[in-house]
T-cell receptor, first 114, second 112 residues
Framework: AQSVSQHNHHVILSEAASLELGCNYS??????LFWYVQYPGQHLQLLLK??????LVKGIKGFEAEFIKSKFSFNLRKPSVQWSDTAEYFC????????????FGTGTLLAVQP | ETGVTQSPTHLIKTRGQQVTLRCSSQ?????VSWYQQALGQGPQFIFQ???????GRGNFPPRFSGLQFPNYSSELNVNALELDDSALYLC???????????FGPGTRLLVL
């Protein structure tokens, strides 16, 4: 079955530390890739997305992600985190076709200590 | 804000009851998807409605059903509630199959 794996369930960082959250998916066909963020008490928000082209994509709030097709990975990075980045982060995959079905990973809870 | 609203915000039901959750999408968003997010898990796709017809379904039993209306609102109905149905239910809308889906704040359902 198609799946998305997020290897880090909980991450604790100090402010200004660098962040990398892993995401791997299991599907060999064309995929669209997303990172969503859920701040405490807020909606799921789109952080960034990859559909085609440059495998290094930039999103909001200084986040970026790199699509490595050979590794089925789409890792999220930020060079210097802030306390306000404390949130839950979800990686998601959408397959091609007439559907908006997103397959989500289990999420990574990031706590940034001031 | 995403322009997608859901009601109610919280709901408590007992096992065996039926529940209806509502979602109001942005004007023009003709595609709505519903997701179930259990505690500690990522959202799981329940089904999708496109122009008022179901056209995609995840691994959920038939007691999960839905409706989409011409005014860009939609409903998720769950019959014969089970304890495991306790979760956050999210709707997400977009235009056709565009890349970005906009999520609502969710309805938290507790089944006792």
């Amino acid at each position: 079955a198609q799946s998305v794996s997020q290897h880090n369930h909980h991450v604790i960082l100090s402010e200004a530390a660098s962040l990398e959250l892993g995401c791997n998916y299991s599907y060999g066909g064309t995929v669209n890739l997303f990172w969503y963020v859920q701040y405490p008490g807020q909606h799921l928000q789109l952080l960034l997305k990859y559909f085609s082209g440059d495998p290094l994509v930039k999103g909001i709030k200084g986040f970026e992600a790199e699509f490595i097709k050979s590794k089925f990975s789409f890792n999220l990075r930020k060079p210097s985190v802030q306390w306000s980045d404390t949130a839950e982060y979800f990686c998601a995959v959408k397959h091609g076709g007439a559907t908006n079905k997103l397959i989500f990973g289990t999420g990574t809870l990031l706590a940034v200590q001031p | 804000e995403t322009g997608v609203t859901q009601s109610p915000t919280h709901l408590i039901k007992t096992r065996g009851q039926q529940v209806t959750l509502r979602c109001s999408s942005q004007s023009g968003h003709n595609t709505v998807s519903w997701y179930q997010q259990a505690l500690g898990q990522g959202p799981q796709f329940i089904f999708q409605y496109y122009r008022e017809e179901e056209n995609g379904r995840g691994n959920f039993p038939p007691r999960f059903s839905g409706l989409q209306f011409p005014n860009y609102s939609s409903e998720l109905n769950v019959n014969a509630l089970e304890l495991d149905d306790s979760a956050l239910y999210l709707c997400a809308s977009t235009v056709d199959y565009q890349e970005t889906q906009y999520f609502g704040p969710g309805t938290r359902l507790l089944v006792l």
